[in-house]
């Protein structure tokens, strides 16, 4: 990975989880919403992967976020759950 895909990975995460706290709260602060958005790309991945979800949508980028924030949704709920 080079330092502009891992730039663009950052951004992506911030964006999902800011997006997931304004929908499930919680994950405060930037440092929150990239551990959560990080996370939640990959079990949005894992997740839409195994049932079949496939967004088929004009841009990669918005089908990236809207899975990342779904994921850090998940990630949200289960933190919460655990602690």
Same mark, same amino acid.
């Given at each position: ?33 990239? &551990? ?16 079949? &979800? ?21 990630? &949200? &709920? ?6």
């Amino acid at each position: 990975m080079d330092v502009k895909a891992l730039v663009i990975m950052g951004v992506i995460g911030i964006v999902a989880g800011f997006l997931a706290s304004l929908v499930v709260g919680g994950a405060g602060g930037l440092l929150g919403y990239l &551990i959560a958005g990080v996370l939640g790309a990959f079990v949005g991945g894992f997740v839409f992967n195994a049932l079949g &979800i496939n967004l088929k949508l004009g841009s990669p980028l918005v089908s990236q976020i809207i899975t990342s924030t779904v994921g850090a949704m998940i990630v &949200i &709920i289960i933190a919460r759950f655990i602690t």
